[in-house]
């Protein structure tokens, strides 16, 4: 059977928890069943359905907004007429920093990843911001960075070739990899490397001095003069916004060229119009060196087009979209029968990844009994995945501590090093290319205590909630099927919460030492019947103590960070 | 397990089985066999690693601008024409030599040298270098060639030598504490022993990795039967215990000593320096911490627009130096000054010239910097030089390899047979640490004492060009004579009465195969010898 196949094998909890955990970081137990219920098939065209997006976040401190409309450049509605006085600006207080802004950004981030009904988007958008990194706390400019992040999520399926073209003119990576300070004259490297080695052709050995298989040094260079010229806007130093010369060296430069992306314009000085030499590794072509903008935009696209027209630039990104999504270990097996197939597939349908990902979340494969828990969870996975499963936010009445609630689950991230828009370097995430330990970079002694702590928290009576914990392990237990039985009440959560299933003598210990704490597994019938029959505060507590050291030990379970 | 774990096996039990394996000749020319993998001195070294001993290695993520750092006097007008908008004004720098001085900011580190506690190590890379952060950095961390795709690294290894099967078995009565320890939330390649298993555990606060830790309970033995989730749950419990059995004695230690040195605020190094010293001082064992200090990769803005002395360097390198010297304070006011040496590195150096953005864009050689009392003082290597360029790169003077050797065998008294083995080949050592410090030092006391000093071999590995360097402080009949692996006679280079002087004899290798060769200064009954690889 073909790799790729359409999976026909059964369709329980088991294997559409995994999808779940795989596809949206988890999902609640009634969503759960609706999948089942629903079947393989229509699960994931739901998976690969967009969700609404949530209106942006106001300021928290006086309800403001700060984000501009569509299209519109914030800049012109904050021109300065004294650059040292930030008091001439209403809508973007830059008193605050961009800091302020970004921890807004990424609340309200954690927030719709954590709330939105099932659905692939948010955690591909999370995949594009990793795959195409910037750190928001270099950008320094919280618009720019919602800017990047809003067209990542609303692309999230659509054409990665149109991905890279933006991205390449994006303000907050204009900022972030130097494109700002790359002219004629001094072209800098830093994004005609990263463009080749990180975002598309990916870098192969390197065979001889400068030579990494795919793309050379000279590739660099050339890649770095055929971008000359671009900046954005302005951000935060505003003085000479309005005006049409760049206030860093007082060169001419364009309004802002295009429409859905108002921030970047282009220093026609700065250009450098010779011809741009690619190396044998491009077919030695030649990029005709042009001066005037469109000419700029035509250089471009021509250099992405001979990137593209690379079989290697199709395979690196399904390679990533796997290891993302499926497992490190890239076979030779797997990379003939799913990596290169799927890579055509990409070339062929105007690099939509979209049908791609579907095709191998559909796939035999991707539901391979082998390759269940070959992942360590993220903590994405961790985090927000135990934050849908148990969506208690619902519970919040007082809405004054929305905010706190969500901005918990984003400290937990960032401190077990996954920050939002915030990755080690420019290569994202070290768990997704560090060889050989890949996931394994998230577990470390420092991060697995930082694991345990924010597992047992979720047990503890949470202020925004009343008092009351984010798991409620008596209403959860309640939705099983006979919660009196332990034994069979274990094998359920396994089904729902773990990636591979207990073995038979790890449920009667869970049973037994832990649950009843050195009881014998049946006396816990007579708890739960009990507080059936009569659910007052004793009998609440006589189940709910149990069951808290149950869930306790289960999240602190090597097992439980299996993804 | 990774898939790439048989290529580096195989290529392991290769070593062991050649090195085994190939009879060499006992004596020639009165040299013993041995003096191929390196001085003979080293065989002097075959001591039993001292367990007290302390490296910390101090990595500056990013590409540290070496130029900007360890500062070329004697070529300053070279300097200055390549990099004007970024060069440092000739009379702020602060003198190590008359030819060579560092940044403004860096006052502590200057203090420490005037106090001979400062060694710098100039033009260190290694043959084709590259320039990504990633790989580099992959490479420095793993210790191997550039086109070797390592996935052990070059500490881990030395400690896996020390501490064979950890962590099976550990802790226990000898190494009682983490072998190694790296202060961050996750442990870098650097630490990887030969199994693929890190050799060192990763904290960043005793306090809370205690607290967090003594909640778990010992994890259960029970597997999945599918092979993929039952290594990753054997991995994750591995670290439930590591985390088990170390967070108590870790605190415990960092109970124990309470620093005795106020450390600058808002220094990302000093607050990990500062709990080093502690665990350091309360009687951890662990070999080696490894601690870092990132934004180093100053492409724009790496200088102020009005003040080159000001930005975003100067800023890096002033907590380099202010958190490396309250370190060094508060260890020598703990008492343990004498067993720790520091040693800073960074993934490259940078381009030559600047750029227009105020910045620099990813070079090649750099300096590489120790600190510490056991530190030999003084510069090794010459300024970089800045006429004779690779693509707009420093050529290199050492490959990093050697300092790596040279501090396993001059710090940790590690075997030469074994430093082999650790960095999959042999490098000629140069003096990083004061002799005496390990173990006695036959040849280079002779060498001090009669008043001359075989240098150093540079490049080294040699793909066409060394330079060999020596000084003499008295007039000497010299003979400087080249042999190969099987103890033939290739070159004799110098045969001549020279005066006192700081002699560099160029030697062309374009003729040799490449291999192992050793370079002998002969002078009046005297000897020494350096190893010299030909890599081609």
């Keep these: 059977m073909a790799m790729l196949d359409p999976y026909r094998g059964q369709w329980t909890r088991r294997e559409a928890a995994h999808l779940m955990r795989r596809a949206c970081f988890g999902v609640t137990l009634d969503q759960l069943d609706k999948a089942v219920a629903d079947g393989v098939d229509k699960t994931i065209d739901t998976l690969f359905k967009s969700v609404p997006t949530p209106e942006p976040p106001l300021n928290p401190a006086d309800n403001s907004k700060w984000i501009p409309d569509p299209g519109q450049v914030f800049t012109k509605t904050v021109v300065l007429s004294d650059r040292n006085d930030p008091s001439t600006s209403t809508a973007y207080d830059l008193t605050k920093g961009s800091g302020y802004y970004n921890g807004i950004t990424k609340v309200w981030w954690t927030m719709h990843m954590m709330t939105h009904a099932p659905s692939i988007q948010e955690k591909l958008t999370l995949f594009w911001s990793n795959h195409f990194a910037t750190e928001m706390s270099v950008v ?93 806007f302005g951000g935060r130093d505003l003085v000479l916004a309005a005006n049409d010369r760049d206030y860093r060296d007082n060169e001419p430069r364009t309004a802002p060229l295009f429409p859905d992306n108002p921030n970047v314009v282009f220093v026609v000085a700065n250009h450098d119009t010779t011809d741009k030499q690619f190396s044998l ?158 996931y394994r970079m998230w577990l470390t002694t420092a991060t697995l205590p930082l694991r345990n702590g924010f597992t047992d928290a979720l047990l503890t009576n949470n202020t925004a909630l009343g008092r009351k914990p984010i798991v409620d392990t008596v209403a959860f237990v309640g939705k099983l099927s006979s919660p009196e039985d332990s034994l069979g009440m274990i094998e359920q959560i396994n089904e729902i919460m773990f990636a591979a299933p207990f073995v038979e003598s790890t449920v009667m210990m869970l049973a037994e030492e832990i649950l009843m704490n050195g009881g014998r597994y049946y006396e816990w019938a007579m708890l739960w019947n009990a507080y059936k029959a009569d659910p007052s505060t004793a009998n609440f507590n006589a189940v709910r103590t149990p069951l808290d050291r149950l869930f306790r030990y289960l999240f602190r379970m090597a097992e439980y960070q299996l993804g | 397990m990774s898939k790439n774990t048989p290529t580096r096996l195989s290529r392991r039990s290769f070593i062991a089985r050649t090195s085994g394996a190939v009879a060499l000749p006992m004596l020639f020319n009165g040299i013993p066999l041995q003096a191929f993998d390196g001085p003979v001195v080293n065989d ?129 009565a000898k190494m009682p504490d983490p072998v190694a320890i790296q202060m961050a939330p996750v442990v870098s390649l650097a630490l990887t022993g030969y199994q693929n298993q890190s050799m060192g555990i990763a904290l960043q606060d005793p306090e809370t990795f205690y607290k967090l830790v003594s909640g778990t309970d010992a994890p259960g033995n029970d ?24 967070s108590t004695v870790i ?180 003096k990083v640490i004061k002799s005496g410090t390990t173990s006695v030092d036959s040849e280079e006391n002779a060498q001090q004492g009669n008043a001359w000093t075989f240098q150093s071999i540079a490049p080294n590995p040699v793909k066409s060009e060394a330079f060999i360097r020596y000084e003499l402080r008295a007039p000497h009949q010299v003979r400087l004579d080249v042999f190969d692996n099987l103890g033939f006679h290739v070159a004799t280079l110098v045969q001549q009465q020279q005066d006192a002087g700081q002699y560099e004899q160029p030697f062309s290798v374009s003729g040799l195969p490449s291999g192992t060769y050793m370079v002998q200064l002969t002078l009046n009954n005297e000897r020494a010898h350096q190893a010299m690889i030909v890599a081609k």
């Design chain 1, 281 to 438: 590794r491009y077919g030695n072509r030649v990029i005709k060196g042009r001066s005037t903008p469109q000419g700029a935009i035509q250089e471009l696209d021509e250099m992405l087009d001979m990137i593209f027209e690379q079989n290697a630039t199709s395979e690196f990104i399904v390679k990533e979209l796997y290891i993302w999504f499926v497992n490190s270990d890239i076979t030779d097996e797997v990379r003939q029968n799913v990596i290169e197939p799927l890579a055509k597939d990409l070339r062929t349908n105007g690099w939509n990844v979209g049908p791609v990902l579907k095709k191998l979340f559909a796939s035999e494969h991707f539901f391979d009994v082998n390759l269940r828990g070959c992942q360590l969870r993220s903590p994405a996975d961790l985090v927000l995945g135990l934050g849908r499963a148990f969506p208690s936010w619902s519970l919040i009445t007082d809405k004054t501590l929305v905010g706190r609630y969500f901005q918990g689950f984003t400290t937990a991230l960032a401190s077990q090093q996954m920050d939002l828009v915030e990755p080690s370097s420019v290569a994202g995430y070290e768990a997704y290319y560090q060889a050989p330990d890949y």
């Design chain 2, 251 to 430: 605190k415990a230690a960092a109970d124990k000593a309470q620093n005795k040195f106020t450390y600058p605020t808002s220094n990302r190094l000093a607050d990990q320096l500062k709990i080093v010293a502690r665990l350091v001082a309360g009687g951890l064992k662990t070999r080696v911490y490894v601690v870092q200090l990132g934004g180093f990769d100053t492409h724009a803005a790496q200088v102020g627009a009005d003040d080159t002395m000001t930005g975003t360097h100067a800023n890096l390198l002033q907590m380099v130096s202010e958190a490396i010297t309250a370190f060094q304070r508060d260890i020598e006011a703990l008492g343990v000054a004498d067993r720790v040496v520091t040693m800073t590195f960074s993934e490259f150096g940078r381009r030559v010239a600047s750029n227009q953005s105020l910045g620099t864009d990813h070079g090649t050689a750099a300096p590489m910097m120790f600190f510490g009392t056991p530190v030999q003082d003084g510069i090794i290597g010459t300024n970089p030089d800045m006429k004779n360029l690779d693509n707009g790169n420093l050529k290199m003077q050492y490959d990093f390899r050697q300092i790596y050797a040279s501090v396993l065998e001059q710090w940790f008294g590690a075997k030469k047979a074994a430093i082999k083995d650790i960095l999959f080949g042999s490098f000629s050592t140069v």
């Design chain 2, 44 to 172: 002097l070294f075959n001591v039993e690693a001292e367990t007290d001993r302390v490296l910390v290695l101090v990595q500056l993520n990013g590409g540290n601008d070496g130029l900007n750092t360890v500062i070329p006097l004697s070529e300053y007008g070279t300097y200055q024409s390549l990099r004007s908008n970024i060069a440092i004004a000739e009379n702020k720098v602060l003198k190590l030599t008359n030819a060579t001085g560092i940044h403004p900011v860096m006052k502590g580190a200057h203090e420490l040298w005037s106090e001979k506690k400062m060694n710098v190590v100039q033009g260190v890379t290694y043959p084709n270098p590259n320039l990504s952060h990633f790989r580099s950095t992959d490479i420095w961390m793993s210790g191997s060639a550039s086109n070797v795709n390592e996935t052990t690294g070059w500490i881990g290894r030395y400690l896996n030598s020390e501490y064979p099967d950890y962590p099976t078995g550990y802790p226990n």
């Design chain 1, 140 to 232: 320094q400019n919280g618009i720019f960075s919602w800017e990047l992040l809003t067209y990542m999520r609303a692309n999230a399926f659509g054409s990665f070739k149109g991905l890279a073209r933006r991205v390449t003119l994006d303000a907050a990576m204009l900022r972030y990899l130097n494109g700002n300070v790359n002219t004629k004259g001094s072209p800098n490297e830093n994004y005609g490397r990263e463009l080749q080695e990180l975002f598309t052709i990916g870098k192969g050995p390197e065979v001889s001095q400068g030579d990494y298989t795919t793309y050379t040094e000279q590739d660099v260079r050339a890649a770095a003069r055929v971008l000359t010229g671009w900046r954005e």
């Design chain 2, 223 to 246: 597997l999945p039967s599918t092979k993929l989730a039952a290594e990753n749950i054997k991995y994750v419990r591995e670290v439930q215990m590591k985390s088990l059995e170390f």
